[in-house]
Structures are given as structure tokens and as C-alpha cells.
């Protein structure tokens, strides 16, 4: 004999956030995925940004802060290094 399952009864309020969330998932992704695609064609440092420091920590918010202080071009005319 099969186990019985039970019934549950999903409300409309309750489907309407569902949708919502889904829309909102998508949509936010979908921003994500074509910032990310777009982020090396948009990118600029200028002199006195504030940067993240790449380092050794899994955790980003570990990372050190630095600020630009000289920028040293590239053969493509963009910088290809800062300090």
C-alpha cells in the first residue's frame, strides 16, 4: 500500500510572490550576465580612484583598499598597470 500524501493549498497571494520573485531573479540576472560582458569595455581607472587590492584571502572583504596614485600605459594605449 502507498503512503498517503498530503494536500497543500497554495493561495493566490502566495503565487503572486512567487512570480514576482521569479521575475525578479531572472531579471536580475540576466543585468548581471550582460554588466559582467560589458564590464572590460566600460572599465576606466583614473588617478585617486579607490581599488581593491588583489590578495591571497578566499574572503573579498578581506581584500586591502588601495588608491591610484600613478598609471603606467599600455602598448593598446589604456593602462596596463597602476600603483
Same mark, same amino acid.
Given at each position: 500500500?502507498?503512503? #498517503? ?14 512570480? $514576482?520573485?521569479? $521575475?525578479? +531573479? ?8 550582460? $554588466?559582467?560582458? +560589458?564590464?572590460?569595455?566600460?572599465? +576606466?581607472? $583614473? ?7 588583489? +590578495?591571497? #584571502? ?22 596596463? #598597470?597602476?600603483?
Amino acid at each position: 500500500m502507498l503512503p #498517503e500524501h498530503e494536500t497543500y493549498y497554495i493561495g493566490e497571494q502566495d503565487l503572486q510572490q512567487r512570480a $514576482k520573485f521569479l $521575475k525578479w +531573479s531572472t531579471e536580475y540576472l540576466r543585468g548581471l550576465r550582460e $554588466k559582467h560582458q +560589458s564590464v572590460g569595455k566600460l572599465l +576606466s581607472i $583614473k588617478l585617486g580612484a579607490v581599488v581593491i587590492m588583489k +590578495s591571497d #584571502e578566499r574572503n573579498r572583504g578581506d581584500w586591502p583598499l588601495g588608491v591610484v596614485t600613478d598609471l603606467y600605459e599600455g602598448s593598446d594605449g589604456g593602462p596596463a #598597470e597602476t600603483s
